[in-house]
């Protein structure tokens, strides 16, 4: 039997400047696995704790403490473990801190060893990681679709020093033939749109935010950014509507202030907030819609999930969660769930989410953070649940480009040999 003997992390940084951790797992027979854990800065209240330093060092945004928990605590409670049993590595992890949200030890660090033991075990078998995921850990056929991007074309909110309260303007091609058209069609809109935003607004338009997304000054509202990208779709010789769909992530909580939301120079109330949204999508073939109210707005969230006929994705709602998920999955508080393995701290528990999500018959949509590194274990995570769509930013920088140059790498792989939902990215996990 192989088992983990030896457990190392360091300090690094993630796509913002700021310190993350990579974790290094190594097994008795010599096989390595490396991780390296995102960060976000629109983060839900009910996330698993990212552990910082405090004090001056990095602005208090250090994880020397993190690191020393991974190389000391977490490196004991794993150590002779077989790591092809992810399920008992993470529950070694989470006996080790059993504090709330993981606060004691850290998510990200308790994370890290998560991830780097999924990855070591599947060197340690041969296989790629997306395959040791679904065979070995979700234990199913060798069945595989590939996601549909959610690309962040134009960003706002915490993600850009903008006018725009929306977070995330994303492009969906989903009237491409498979993942190789769909990340050619995502790459020719994003550039048309930079090049019609400087032209109409200036050079300082084609400036990008966190993940990727043109910054957008210049644009004041939520329809001038959407009139844009439809522009773009149509000059880039797409189709808006047929080739290319679109979406946002409202993350409202970011502009809500005592029970009001203030976006594009007007407050709202909740319902006012739901016509709003309404309206949008009667004008835009916008057909998906993430965090459209507060975190805590449960009765909100399904009261637009009873009005309208778009995909409503929970993030901050539910963070992860599988006890929150259940929560909103008996409110019918949304339809589909977003899933950032960060925000749970274990890979199995975010597994465990997406599986209640879809026996509720809710979507899953595999996410990255804002503050992202090189590492592309959740394109892997989303080609192995089968979930059928992935958000992972601009393509643009290397800490969003990996994530798509690894959707490709794993298509030719499998030599073609996997699914691409298209139009039925909402319904085609079903059958895998």
Request: hydrophobic share 40%; aromatic share 6%.
């Amino acid at each position: 039997m192989v088992t983990i003997e030896k457990v190392h992390a360091i300090e690094i940084l993630d796509s913002r400047g700021n310190p993350t951790l990579m974790t290094r797992v190594t097994l008795s027979d010599g096989s390595v696995g490396v991780a390296k854990v995102p960060s976000g800065a629109s983060t839900g209240v009910n996330e698993a704790v990212e552990l910082r330093d405090g004090g001056s060092r990095y602005g208090g945004k250090g994880v020397l403490k993190a690191v020393k928990n991974v190389n000391t605590a977490l490196f004991e409670a794993v150590r002779g473990i077989d790591p092809t049993d992810l399920r008992a590595v993470d529950r070694a992890l989470l006996a080790a801190d059993p504090s709330k949200g993981k606060g004691r030890l850290g998510a990200n660090a308790i994370l890290s060893v998560s991830m780097a033991a999924a990855v070591a075990a599947a060197t340690h078998l041969g296989l790629p990681l997306f395959e040791y995921l679904r065979t070995s850990v979700l234990d199913k056929p060798a069945k595989y679709l590939q996601p549909v991007p959610m690309s962040n074309v134009i960003n706002g909110g915490a993600h850009a020093g903008n006018d725009l309260a929306i977070q995330e303007f994303m492009i969906l091609p989903v009237g491409a033939s498979d993942i190789r058209e769909a990340i050619r069609c995502l790459s020719e809109v994003y550039h048309v749109l930079g090049k019609n935003m400087i032209e109409k607004y200036g050079r300082m338009a084609k400036h990008v935010g966190d993940e990727g997304g043109y910054c957008g000054f210049g644009l004041r509202s939520t329809r001038d950014a959407l009139d844009e990208i439809v522009r773009a779709i149509s000059d880039a010789g797409y189709s808006p509507g047929d080739d290319v769909v679109l979406g946002i992530d409202a993350a409202a909580s970011g502009f809500h202030k005592n029970g009001t939301y203030t976006i594009d120079g007007q407050e709202m109330s909740a319902g006012e907030l739901l016509d709003f949204y309404i309206d949008l999508e009667k004008t835009y073939p916008l057909k998906t819609v993430e965090d459209p109210f507060d975190e805590t707005a449960f009765d909100d969230f399904a009261e637009y999930v009873r009005k309208t006929k778009v995909q409503v994705v929970t993030d901050d709602l539910t963070v992860s969660n599988p006890d929150i998920v259940r929560r909103a999955v008996e409110m019918v508080a949304g339809t589909a769930l977003l899933l950032k393995v960060n925000q749970i701290g274990t890979v199995t528990e975010a597994i465990d989410a997406a599986g209640i999500a879809n026996a509720a018959e809710w979507g899953v949509v595999v996410s990255h953070r804002s503050g992202e590194t090189g590492d592309t274990f959740i394109a892997d995570l989303a080609v192995a649940l089968g979930c059928g769509q992935i958000k992972t930013g601009a393509p643009a920088r290397s800490d969003r480009v990996e994530k798509y140059n690894r959707l490709l790498e794993i298509y030719d792989i499998l030599s073609g040999d996997c699914g691409y939902p298209g139009h039925d990215f909402r319904t085609a996990w079903r059958n895998y």
